[in-house]
């Protein structure tokens, strides 16, 4: 069974980076599949931010594609996400997810519980 | 960008209702979208891919179905915990794209 966790600071500064981690057990991230992130502002729908495939190659949402970076660390089986010049409009409720299982390159069996990152002096 | 309109945003209704809920893309996807439930403070949960896939361990009375742009969700019989937000997606192509939500609650 695959799970997933996030870590990192649950509150960031204006203009400064936010960077969070997801751990994955249960599986290996190298044995292929995409790993995702999306977020979920306080009340409102959901928003896919990008996903990496276990080679390294990405996909970004355009209206975030300049200030993302999400990579793969395989040696700790964990992927990350930064998000540069962040404002209030990054506070969300932060997702990692994960494609395997089908074989739908898009789909999203499986998520961590999510993480609630604030923006704020 | 593949946009997906759910209808309704809001749904109120009874245990034991039959509710339909509809999500409308902007252009064809053939049988490519998901359909996942959210209750407060949880992560999405998937329900449904492929249109009219049932996720293993989801319960019989969900179903999907539709095919281009129009899909439809349906819950033949309400139970009390199917009362939670529920979110459409597509899987068709980049960038991944959500309906805006459908919250069903207790009449």
């Known amino acids: 069974q695959v799970q997933l966790q996030e870590s990192g600071p649950g509150l960031v500064k204006p203009s400064e980076t936010l960077s969070l981690t997801c751990t994955v057990s249960g599986y290996s991230i190298s044995s292929g599949y995409y790993w995702g992130w999306i977020r979920q502002p306080p009340g409102k729908g959901l928003e896919w931010i990008g996903s990496?495939?276990?080679?390294?190659?990405?996909h970004y949402n355009p209206s975030l594609e300049s200030r993302v970076t999400i990579f793969v660390d395989t040696s700790k089986n964990q992927f990350s996400l930064k998000l540069s010049s962040v404002t209030a409009a990054d506070t969300a409720v932060y997702y990692c997810?994960?494609?395997?299982?089908?074989?739908?390159?898009?789909?999203?069996?499986?998520w961590g519980q999510g993480t609630l990152v604030t923006v704020s002096s | 960008d593949i946009q997906l309109t759910q209808s309704p945003s809001f749904l109120s209704a009874s245990v034991g209702d039959r509710v339909t809920i509809t999500c409308r893309a902007s252009q064809g996807i053939t049988s490519y979208l998901a359909w996942y439930q959210q209750k407060p403070g949880k992560a999405p949960k998937l329900l449904i891919y492929a249109a009219s896939t049932l996720q293993s361990g989801v319960p019989s009375r969900f179903s999907g179905s539709g095919s281009g742009t129009e899909f439809t969700l349906t819950i033949s019989s309400l139970q009390p915990e199917d009362f939670a937000t529920y979110y459409c997606q597509q899987l068709n192509d980049y960038p991944i794209t959500f309906g805006q939500g459908t919250r069903l609650e207790i009449k």
């Open positions: 997810a994960s494609t395997v299982g089908p074989q739908y390159t898009l789909l999203l069996p499986h």
């Open positions: 990496i495939y276990h080679s390294g190659s990405t």
